[in-house]
């Protein structure tokens, strides 16, 4: 792995250069700051008072899974564009072995999610009373363990889609439906039992029922199942990306 | 001598139904400079692809300092230099850090990065970034990544493409450059021109298929031994004179222009025999040689920009 240190601080810097890259880290602490603020002080652990409509711990997991899907989504964006521009290949034709170019990516993205955790939980300090003990280390985990599940399946997209100007739509289509399925906004005993299968086949389902039972304080080893899924999913997708993944 | 740096044999490579390249053999020789020349879509870029170890031929078997750069591209790649065609850098990265980083890539971690920029006459753009660069800043700092290692054998697929004529002709001086330090050059162009002034040997390339390999002088002589003298004169009796000149096939007349027509080398000196034998002055006397743009005519039927 010759140069993946070295690409991945380089790639992180060159994804602070672009107008959209800082501040987009930035919007969803400000959307979850913004939040905050709009709403009376709460306990992070109950429901939100007035509207019920997001279950126990929503707000933070909510914008949480944004944070991921953000990374997933500039991260095919990136690729679909280097690899149009032919950066990839030109990557290719060097001593560097192209499961480092990609990890590079996927690095650069975790330390970014890490970073926007960082971020929210001080603003979440901030804004959310936090009257139980919330596991923040834990949660912060499992949230770097739900991004990385979900930026393979943003690889999985990133080698289908055929051109750059695809890549994004393409991704936001299939991710943030996924959101409106996952249990977040609506139980999963209250869906139909046709789109409830759905939802149990799709991994964002398994980042929220991980998300909120860490941060209900349930520990890892009731949710050993979600990580597995996790885990599972990222095996597929790097499994279906290493077969139909395109350098050109 | 020594062994080829490059050998290709008999390789084929097709994209679904569409047969890139049908059947090509050619041997780079150490320390030269060799261009692979044909039209746009005539396999120049497969060909050389395969090579680099990037694409995997069909069919056939590629040798490049001995090595196979399918099974042993790690360790082919240290010792090559590679310059695609239409490649593109990440449009923010700085130039610096582009050296940077391809340095930091070969197992030897080379140091001359530096001393590359220098060369290239990249150092005021150090700072900048790779969006902001023109085409010929681009292409040298391309080379200059190509070069980073330290490379036995450079690649360079049209180098020069959408440079305007000083561009060029700065690049092809830092071309010869490579080649005065010992380096074997294998380029591809669609230029004659490129070809001519450059490589010591060219194959030319259509449809796939290698027509014909040699020095471009060679290739001249073999397919258009046809050359031309343009001289004009006042003198009254030139006429008669040039009729005379053996070795000359035709001869046209416009007022005081002359122009004959002959083949071989010997064509020439033999106009300027007569000439000075008859005393005959003249007051313009030019030659006119076939170039490869010729010879590609005359091979293929068809000029290489139809
Ligand atoms: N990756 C590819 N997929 C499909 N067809 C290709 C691909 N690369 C090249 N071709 C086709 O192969 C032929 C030869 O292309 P190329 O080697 O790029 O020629 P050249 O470099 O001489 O212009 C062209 O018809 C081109 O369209
Ligand atoms: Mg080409």
Same mark, same amino acid.
Request: with cysteine; net charge neutral.
């Given at each position: ?60 997991? #909510?914008?949480?899974? !944004?944070? *991921?899907? =953000? ?6 964006? $990136?690729? &679909? /564009? ?58 912060? #985990?499992?949230?770097? !363990?739900? *991004?990385? =599940? ?6 999985? $997209?990133? &080698? /289908? ?62 949710? !050993? ?24 | ?306």
């Amino acid at each position: 792995m010759r140069g993946l240190w070295e690409l991945t601080w380089l790639e992180t810097k060159i994804f602070l250069r672009e107008p959209l890259g800082a501040i987009g880290t930035f919007i969803p602490v400000a959307v979850f700051v913004l939040l905050g603020r709009s709403l009376p002080r709460v306990s992070a652990t109950s429901a939100l008072p007035g509207d019920g409509v997001l279950s126990p711990g929503g707000v933070p997991v #909510l914008v949480s899974m !944004l944070i *991921a899907i =953000s990374a997933v989504l500039s991260l095919v964006t $990136i690729i &679909s /564009i280097y690899r149009e521009g032919g950066i990839l290949k030109r990557l290719r034709a060097t001593p560097l072995r192209p499961p480092t170019i990609l990890t590079a990516h996927v690095l650069v993205k975790l330390l970014l999610t890490a970073f926007t955790m960082a971020l929210m939980i001080l603003a979440g300090k901030r804004y959310f009373t936090t009257d139980a003990h919330v596991p923040l280390f834990s949660f912060a #985990l499992a949230l770097l !363990l739900s *991004a990385w =599940s979900i930026l393979s399946l943003g690889f999985v $997209i990133a &080698s /289908i889609v055929p051109t750059a100007r695809f890549a994004q739509p393409v991704g936001a289509l299939v991710l943030y439906p996924m959101i409106g399925l996952s249990g977040i906004f609506v139980p999963l005993a209250q869906l139909p039992p046709a789109l409830r299968a759905l939802a149990r086949v799709l991994p964002l389902t398994y980042v929220v029922n991980l998300l909120e039972g860490i941060w209900r304080n349930e520990g890892w080893l009731a949710h !050993l199942g979600d990580v597995g899924a996790l885990v599972v999913t990222f095996v597929v997708c790097i499994a279906i990306s290493s077969r139909v993944f395109r350098w050109e | 001598m020594s062994p080829p740096a490059i050998r290709v044999s008999g390789i084929r490579k097709t994209y679904g139904s569409l047969v890139a390249v049908h059947d090509v053999s050619l041997e780079v020789r150490d320390g030269e400079i060799f261009g692979l020349i044909g039209p746009n879509g005539a396999g120049k870029t497969t060909t050389m692809e395969c090579v680099e170890g990037i694409r995997t031929p069909d069919s056939g078997t590629i040798s490049v300092l001995g090595l196979d750069p399918f099974r042993d591209v790690y360790q082919l790649q240290e010792r090559i230099g590679v310059q695609l065609q239409q490649a593109q850098l990440q449009k923010r990265i700085k130039v610096w850090e582009a050296v940077q980083l391809w340095a930091s890539l070969y197992r030897k971690q080379p140091k001359i990065g530096e001393q590359l920029l220098e060369q290239l006459g990249l150092v005021e753009k150090r700072d900048a970034w790779f969006m902001t660069l023109s085409g010929g800043q681009k292409q040298r700092l391309f080379i200059a990544l190509a070069l980073i290692n330290d490379p036995e054998v450079v690649f360079l697929d049209e180098l020069t493409t959408g440079l305007d004529p000083q561009a060029r002709r700065a690049i092809w001086e830092l071309v010869r450059g490579i080649r005065e330090r010992g380096k074997t050059v294998f380029l591809t162009t669609h230029l004659m021109e490129e070809a001519e002034k450059l490589c010591d040997r060219v194959a030319i390339i259509e449809y796939g298929r290698i027509i014909d390999v040699g020095s471009p002088a060679e290739l001249v002589d073999r397919h258009v031994p046809e050359r031309s003298v343009v001289l004009v004169t006042d003198d009254e009796h030139a006429g008669d004179q040039l009729a005379n000149v053996a070795r000359a096939s035709s001869m046209t007349r416009d007022g005081s222009r002359y122009t004959l027509h002959g083949s071989g080398e010997q064509f020439v000196s033999s106009v300027i025999e007569c000439l000075s034998e008859s005393r005959i002055h003249v007051k313009d006397f030019r030659t006119v040689l076939p170039s490869l743009e010729d010879v590609f005519l005359k091979l293929t039927g068809h000029s290489i920009r139809d």
